[in-house]
């Protein structure tokens, strides 16, 4: 298994060494909108192992919405949605966040581990791919529009259609093969500023609160993100 995470961690580090040329400070996703909110997770019952999940709060979110390959408005792409969950502090401890990476995939098994091109964003389920390792086993993520109904994925379409009503999203997760579990709401509104370049996600520096992260998951993503952690100029 490590040899095989090993092998595709290093077939994707090529790739975005190659993107890096083209696109020196993010190899894909290179143009999003930032958006704030709030996740709350309800008072649901369900147990996935995960304490974020499995413990009701209301906590604030930042979020990217970008399209991963930068296909022109009006053509299919990979819907790509960065979630940040802000954990305040408690006593003496700083608060802290947890990045949550989701993308446009399908939601039945085994669909919901390929990545599939969308052009509205309101119809495209996101999905982790990779699951997290919560204290009962393996955990998908995802997450499904509730409103507006007709959200494009073009980032032009989705100012417009979030310039006057929030993006409201159902979270789910689910087992690798499991059916989805809904456990909470995100809502999140257009920040004033707009397009946001310089905003970065990490789901391997910052998981997610009460999970681990499985070793041969951190064998396929490091070298990747490593490279694009890197800034311009950067050896």
């Given amino acids: 298994m490590a040899g095989a ?3 595709i961690g290093k077939g994707f580090e090529v790739v975005f060494r190659g993107m890096k040329h083209l696109r020196r400070h993010r190899p894909i996703h290179s143009r999003g909108l930032r958006l704030d909110g709030t996740a709350v997770v309800h008072d649901h019952g369900l147990r996935s192992g995960i304490a974020w999940i499995d413990r009701p709060d209301a906590t604030p979110a930042t979020a990217r919405v970008s399209r991963s390959v930068g296909t022109p408005d009006g053509l299919p792409d990979i819907v790509g949605l960065a979630v940040r969950i802000h ?13 949550i990476l989701l993308s446009s995939t399908g939601w039945s098994f085994p669909g919901r581990f390929a990545l599939i091109p969308r052009l509205r964003a309101s119809r495209a389920p996101l999905t982790t791919m990779m699951p997290y390792r919560g204290e009962d086993g393996p955990v998908l993520l995802g997450a499904r529009t509730l409103s507006p109904s007709r959200l494009p994925s073009s980032l032009r379409g989705f100012e417009r259609a979030l310039g ?13 093969r499991g059916a989805w579990q809904h456990f909470g709401t995100l809502t999140l ?3 004033p500023e707009g397009e946001e370049k310089d905003l970065r996600f990490d789901a391997v520096l910052h998981p997610l609160a009460g999970a681990q992260t499985y070793d041969w998951t951190r064998r396929v993503r490091e070298p990747s993100y490593a490279v694009s952690r890197r800034q311009p100029g950067d050896a």
């Fill in 164 to 176: 006057t009503s929030p993006w409201q999203l159902g979270l789910y997760f689910a087992t690798p």
């Fill in 189 to 191: 509104r257009l920040d």
């Fill in 87 to 99: 954990h305040p502090g408690s006593g003496p401890l700083p608060s802290t966040f947890s990045d």
């Fill in 5 to 7: 995470s090993d092998a």
